[in-house]
């Protein structure tokens, strides 16, 4: 917010007013770029704001003029400017070695400042955003020679010592608000107008450069094509590294409703079981407006391109900032609700926001791409969606998507089931039959000995009997470490896909951080007209080889009278997590306890929905549902801490929600189960990690909890070959 800044005259009166600028620094080492970045920048601004640039440069008094010209800037310039008031200053004469003309710098309503020392210790408190550019030292003497030539040659050592005895004092890089690996390749300045309306000191004033990304124009083609999905992405993303998969895997596989597999499609089960199957959405963070960020512990770190920016604060709060209002429309004729915009997970740290405990994990709390361009297919209509925001390079993606999607596409026979069998049976790791070649598989160990998790589950029962809790989804975490040239996550997804289809499987790739999801849970969706959904499972058992074992299996799940309690009671609790926002009434059960068998268990799903007023924040609306009920048990807030003693560990990004988050203001999360989380170490391994986990009531036996989290285990460690750790 400005601060308005009155100046009186000898009698007291008030004779002018001016609001104190916004003030931008932009620092870094000579030759670091950022003399054009501060000219290019300021340009772009001046299209909506009166702007006032200053370079340090014209200020320092000689060569050996650091300190002092930092000194001169503080005083002369900075001060006078930061009250709203003209500055006036000496310049340096560099050919005649002394002082030069005296000048005036206008204040405005924003002002940049450039030049090494632009962000010093003491000229901090006076900025509103620090900027810090950095490239390799050969390139920025070259860049700095190539610029000054002879006048700098001599001197280069000179001022390179000063700058480094002013910085070993004073870490501007640390304390910068957005940091730039500069490339020469004229897009930081985009980049930087990008990132710098998230910084809070900068909201108020970029507000129209914020405005304007709500009427963009949004690029669609339809091209009667079914793919195979896993081939298309493998064509435009495989060398991304940063890209999502939302993946639809049992798109043309039957979901078993009833007791015949595919059941009627009037039952209202299947009609919910097709729709929740129906779009795959593949993209990257690459283009024009391709952006990524990643949340830890209380700080949003945003990146597009060459420039990263830090902004403090909760998650939920930024997010808030950049989704939930309309920013484009939908194509005609487009039946998706996802419209470009942010995709990725929410870690179930994230609960710190939302009522639960802070724990740090090994793992980023959240991690998103912004998709500026994307394909969506429809696997009802067999068809493809190319989505582009227009831009200068649009047309040339489209182009590209439009071929990939061609190459890439089946028979007209073929069925999208083909697309889950892409992947090589054992395909999992490097090779081999197992999915390991050359190298063990993997030997994962519990975050919980069988006796440890038993002795757990006995002790939520005591916090149930003590009435501080109903019901506990207790977790616990299997992990390995194996050789990182061993692993290979693209392929150990197609195997988990192939062996167990899901309708909300994903593939994440976070450079160095892979999520290979097969979950077949809706965690919540709001849709662009404001319908809100949750599905929430609770009640599992596995699939038998036997007909008749498996039909005995499916009548005592939908028999069972604690598994009913346990769904029921997340039922109740996701009711009352919607009606925080949901318009009165509004909150119905449409499904409860409905039966739902997948590749490897049957499951018990109940469908809770529920209308959003307009004009509601749809990030507080997802913040009140966060973590899904489904992983905490009720209620919600009390139990968290319950499970924040007895787990004794992050869950990462188990137990949290993958998904996207659109330019129309819709959001479809799933929960992240049955997901295998793959983080390269830095040293030359990678760890595994796998979370599983059941609700325990009263009534629970302890030997049956432990045999439930086997068999949620049981679809990825076979596919990887491995085994549940010894009880």
Same mark, same amino acid.
């Given at each position: 917010m400005h601060t308005w800044r009155g100046r009186r005259t000898e009698n007291g009166t008030l004779y002018s007013m001016s609001p104190a600028p916004v003030i931008i620094a932009i620092d870094g080492r000579s030759g670091a770029g950022k003399t054009t970045?501060?000219?290019?920048?300021?340009?772009?601004?001046?299209?909506?704001?009166?702007?006032?640039?200053?370079?340090?440069?014209? !200020?320092?008094? +000689?060569?050996?003029?650091? #300190? $002092?010209?930092?000194?001169?800037?503080? %005083?002369? /310039?900075?001060?006078?400017? *930061?009250?709203?008031?003209?500055?006036?200053?000496?310049?340096?004469?560099?050919?005649?070695?002394?002082?030069?003309?005296?000048?005036?710098?206008?204040?405005?309503?924003?002002? !940049?400042?450039? +030049?090494?020392?632009?962000? #010093? $210790?003491?000229?901090?408190?006076?900025? %509103?955003? /620090?900027?810090?550019?950095? *490239?390799?030292?050969?390139?920025?003497?070259?860049?700095?020679?190539?610029?000054?030539?002879?006048?700098?040659?001599?001197?280069?050592?000179?001022?390179?010592?000063?700058?480094?005895?002013?910085?070993?004092?004073?870490?501007? #890089?640390a304390e910068a608000d957005l940091h730039i690996r500069n490339v020469a390749d004229g897009g930081a300045p985009e980049d930087v107008l990008q990132l710098l309306p998230y910084l809070p000191g900068?909201?108020?004033?970029?507000?129209?450069?914020?405005?304007?990304?709500?009427?963009?124009?949004?690029?669609?083609?339809?091209?009667?094509?079914?793919?195979?999905?896993?081939?298309?992405?493998?064509?435009?993303?495989?060398?991304s590294a940063n890209a999502v998969w939302l993946d639809s895997s049992n798109a043309g596989v039957s979901i078993s409703t009833g007791p015949a597999a595919g059941g009627d499609p009037a039952d209202p089960t299947v009609r919910t079981a097709a729709e929740r199957s129906r779009f795959s959405i593949l993209a990257d963070d690459g283009g024009t407006f391709g952006q990524s960020v990643t949340h830890r512990a209380g700080a949003s770190h945003i990146s597009a391109g060459s420039v990263t920016a830090s902004v403090d604060g909760p998650f939920f709060r930024w997010l808030d900032t950049v989704w939930g209002r309309r920013a484009v429309r939908a194509p005609e004729g487009y039946p998706g609700e996802f419209t470009l915009g942010w995709l990725g997970y929410l870690g179930y740290e994230l609960k710190r926001e939302t009522g639960g405990a802070d724990v740090s994990a090994a793992t980023p709390d959240a991690a998103l791409i912004f998709a500026g361009r994307a394909v969506v297919l429809d696997h009802v209509e067999g068809t493809a969606w190319l989505l582009a925001l227009d831009a200068p390079d649009a047309t040339e993606w489209l182009d590209t998507a439009r071929a990939a999607v061609r190459a890439a596409?089946?028979?007209?026979?073929?069925?999208?089931?083909?697309?889950?069998?892409?992947?090589?049976?054992?395909?999992?790791?490097?090779?081999?039959?197992?999915?390991?070649?050359?190298?063990?598989?993997?030997?994962?160990?519990?975050?919980?000995?069988?006796?440890?998790?038993?002795?757990?589950?006995?002790?939520?029962?005591?916090?149930?009997?003590?009435?501080?809790?109903?019901?506990?989804?207790?977790?616990?975490?299997?992990?390995?470490?194996?050789?990182?040239?061993?692993?290979?996550?693209?392929?150990?997804y197609l195997a988990l896909r192939r062996r167990n289809p899901a309708p909300f499987a994903s593939y994440l790739a976070f450079d160095g951080l892979a999520v290979a999801s097969t979950s077949p849970e809706r965690f919540l969706r709001i849709a662009s007209d404001g319908g809100m959904r949750a599905e929430p499972i609770k009640g599992t058992r596995r699939r038998a080889a036997d007909a008749?074992?498996?039909?005995?299996?499916?009548?005592?799940?939908?028999?069972?009278?604690?598994?009913?309690?346990?769904?029921?009671?997340?039922?109740?609790?996701?009711?009352?997590?919607l009606s925080h926002f949901a318009v009165p009434g509004s909150v119905t059960v449409s499904r409860l306890c409905a039966i739902e068998s997948y590749a490897t268990v049957h499951q018990m799903v109940s469908t809770i929905d529920a209308s959003l007023p307009p004009g509601s924040p749809r990030a507080e609306a997802v913040a009140a549902c966060f973590p899904a009920g489904s992983m905490t048990g009720a209620?919600?807030?009390?139990?968290?801490?319950?499970?924040?003693?007895?787990?004794?560990?992050?869950?990462?990004?188990?137990?949290?929600?993958?998904?996207?988050?659109?330019?129309?203001?819709?959001?479809?999360?799933?929960?992240?189960?049955?997901?295998?989380?793959?983080?390269?170490?830095?040293?030359?391994?990678?760890?595994?990690?796998?979370?599983?986990?059941?609700?325990?009531?009263?009534?629970?036996?302890?030997d049956e909890e432990y045999d439930e989290i086997r068999t949620k285990a049981y679809g990825v460690l076979s596919t990887l070959g491995a085994e549940f750790p010894d009880p």
């Open positions: 970045l501060a000219v290019e920048l300021a340009a772009r601004l001046r299209a909506r704001h009166k702007v006032s640039l200053f370079h340090l440069e014209d !200020i320092y008094p +000689g060569w050996n003029g650091l #300190a $002092a010209g930092i000194e001169r800037y503080i %005083s002369t /310039v900075l001060g006078p400017l *930061s009250r709203g008031e003209a500055a006036a200053w000496t310049s340096w004469d560099w050919e005649r070695h002394y002082d030069g003309d005296p000048r005036v710098t206008l204040p405005a309503e924003i002002v !940049i400042v450039e +030049g090494v020392g632009a962000a #010093a $210790a003491a000229a901090r408190p006076f900025l %509103s955003a /620090v900027i810090w550019a950095d *490239s390799p030292e050969d390139v920025r003497r070259t860049r700095a020679l190539q610029r000054d030539g002879e006048t700098y040659e001599p001197y280069w050592d000179q001022w390179a010592a000063q700058e480094s005895e002013w910085l070993a004092a004073d870490d501007v #890089a900068l909201a108020q004033v970029l507000a129209p450069e914020l405005s304007s990304r709500r009427g963009l124009s949004l690029r669609a083609e339809r091209l009667d094509a079914r793919t195979q999905a896993a081939e298309l992405f493998s064509a435009l993303y495989g060398q596409a089946v028979t007209p026979t073929a069925s999208d089931s083909q697309d889950a069998a892409a992947a090589p049976a054992g395909a999992a790791l490097a090779g081999g039959s197992t999915g390991v070649g050359g190298s063990p598989v993997p030997a994962f160990t519990s975050r919980d000995s069988g006796v440890a998790y038993r002795a757990k589950i006995a002790e939520a029962q005591r916090e149930i009997g003590e009435g501080n809790t109903y019901e506990v989804c207790l977790t616990t975490t299997l992990a390995a470490h194996v050789p990182a040239d061993t692993v290979d996550p693209w392929n150990t008749a074992e498996d039909a005995a299996l499916r009548t005592e799940l939908a028999t069972s009278l604690k598994d009913r309690a346990e769904n029921i009671m997340i039922v109740d609790l996701l009711r009352n997590d209620p919600k807030i009390s139990t968290m801490a319950i499970l924040d003693r007895l787990e004794a560990g992050p869950r990462g990004v188990y137990s949290g929600a993958i998904g996207y988050f659109s330019l129309n203001g819709a959001t479809d999360l799933a929960v992240a189960i049955r997901t295998l989380v793959i983080s390269a170490d830095g040293d030359g391994t990678a760890e595994l990690t796998l979370g599983v986990g059941g609700a325990i009531t009263s009534d629970s036996v302890p």
